[in-house]
């Protein structure tokens, strides 16, 4: 057993097995779930049809609070909390046992469902049966856990003793249901791509790599699953989508965990101004179904997620916040210089660095900033009437990027030549090499087609109004526990 085993319930464990029973049975039990035996209590004024009837409960006890001859157990399920009353007059042999009970242990109360003097709902036990027993204690007085550390390393107890959290993971399980339900509406197709490629691409980022034994050689854990699903528009799909878990071997904050939730889809006869309108219609939705309306509260401030969202420039947004224009290199490095930005080499990247750290901050949002240049867009399109620009808008609210989009890039030569020049160009600590496949498949043709890609986790952050990314993962990266006290890194830090 570990350090969190208390002795004293560890000996009422070796009661329970002395007396002839199993603290931690094999068979469950079939109960009613807690918001459905609630909800047919009704009142003592005007009673529901559950009232006075026998019902089973299971779950968790919240505590015991001993009157001598009568006990009340709170019970939490996966529905809701329902007080149990446990009177020695109803329990009659089983009430010595009470003493095995106590906060935390798993349950099942069959009893009459009824109310207390005050009109609080209460199954009134007549038997009671122990499911499994708790030799951890719970946190104290149930004010659930209050150390965020502790809160992310045992979300198995957070879950159940920290108020509102498992509140956060069903809107989540919610949002991701809309979302297929959404994109079913109109047409699309759910598919799985590989998580481990050979070559890695869709996106800019270090990978994380592992070995294939049989095949020997390397893969990597997917950074982004887009060049897989573009080659289901070649291959006449036309709408396809994949809610994917995608690696990148970089930095944790509040905004960043290595592993994390995207939505991509890809949309034939589409372009960047379609995935806007889709953009738009999906988040209104999900809005109104998680938050009951249009509105969302997130650090502190009201977003309105209703439909239109503004359209900004790229190039104005520079112009307005760095007083130069984004291809006049002399003034972006002295402005890098002027913000201490490291200058790398590479000026696309030092120029983007320079936006990302003098406008995204100011775009409140929901907005779309449209129109990135080509140099930093190497899988979208051209915008024909001005070639240095790509058709590409990414989604910001409240500084935060939530979507990234395109007017796919469809031209064979002309992906294989940014392909080499980002190879090239990339950093070299990053793997890295021209997808051939992938331009071959473009060689059989891939019809005019509008690309997303959505941040899950940043999304359910701004509709449940969560502050980090850890707050919306059941279980985020963290370092190991150690016995001298040294914790992961702390929310905001990078590591």
């Known amino acids: 057993m570990t350090e969190l085993a208390h002795p004293d319930r560890l000996a009422k464990v070796a009661a329970i097995r002395e007396s002839g029973e199993d603290p931690y049975p094999a068979r469950g039990v079939a109960s009613t779930p807690v918001a459905e035996i609630i909800a047919g209590a009704g009142s003592a004024d005007d009673p529901g049809p559950l009232l006075g009837e026998k019902v089973t409960v299971a779950g968790r006890l919240l505590g015991l609070r001993d009157f001598g001859k009568l006990i009340f157990a709170p019970l939490l399920d996966r529905t809701g909390r329902i007080q149990t009353g446990l009177q020695k007059n109803r329990l009659g042999d089983w ?23 005050k009109g609080e709902v209460t199954v009134w036990a007549s038997e009671v049966q122990l499911l499994a027993k708790a030799v951890a204690p719970p946190p104290e007085k149930w004010h659930g856990l209050t150390d ?14 920290s108020e509102g959290v498992r509140d956060v993971f069903v809107k989540r399980s919610r949002i991701l249901a809309c979302i297929r339900r959404y994109l079913d509406g109109e047409g699309y197709l759910e598919v799985e791509t590989p998580t481990l490629h050979p070559i890695m691409g869709g996106a800019t980022a270090r990978p994380f790599t592992t070995h294939h034994n049989a095949l020997d050689m390397d893969f990597y ?74 509105r969302t509260t997130f650090r502190g401030q009201e977003y309105e997620l209703a439909a239109p969202y503004p359209r900004l420039a790229y190039a104005d947004l520079f112009r307005e916040h760095n ?41 409140s949002g929901p907005a779309f900033v449209i129109d990135y240049p080509v140099q930093i867009c190497p899988l979208a399109k051209a915008k024909p009437d001005d070639p240095r620009l790509a058709e590409r808008f990414e989604l910001f609210i409240a500084g935060m990027e939530l979507g990234n989009a395109f007017t796919e890039l469809n031209d064979p030569a002309e992906q294989q030549r940014r392909f080499e020049d980002q190879v090239a160009d990339k950093d070299p600590e990053t793997p890295g090499e021209v997808d051939l496949d992938y331009v071959q498949a473009l060689e059989f043709g891939m019809p005019p087609t509008g690309g997303l890609g959505i941040g899950i986790d940043r999304l359910v952050m701004v509709l449940t109004n969560q502050d980090s990314i850890r707050d919306v993962l059941l279980f985020p990266a963290m370092r190991p526990h150690r016995a001298d006290g040294e914790h992961g890194a702390p929310d905001g830090a990078e590591a």
Request: net charge negative.
């Open 148 to 161: 965020k550390e502790a809160r992310y390393r045992r979300r198995y107890v957070d879950l159940w003793a």
């Open 95 to 117: 009430w010595p046992r009470r003493k095995w009970l106590d906060g935390g242990d798993l349950v099942a109360v069959t009893g009459e469902l009824g109310h207390t003097q």
């Open 221 to 294: 854990l997917r950074i982004a699953p887009e060049l897989y699903l573009k080659r289901l528009i070649v291959g006449g799909l036309e709408r396809v989508f994949e809610i994917a878990r995608n690696f990148r071997n970089e930095g944790i904050s509040v905004r960043h965990n290595p592993e994390f939730t995207m939505l991509e889809l890809y949309e034939a006869q589409a372009d960047y101004r379609r995935m806007m309108e889709l953009t738009e219609g999906m988040l209104e939705m999900l809005c109104r179904e998680v938050n009951g309306g249009t």
């Open 323 to 363: 007083g130069c224009d984004f291809d006049d290199q002399s003034a972006v490095r002295a402005r890098a210089k002027e913000l201490e930005i490291r200058d790398a080499g590479n000026y696309w990247k030092l120029m983007n660095d320079v936006f990302e750290a003098t406008v995204e901050d100011h775009l």
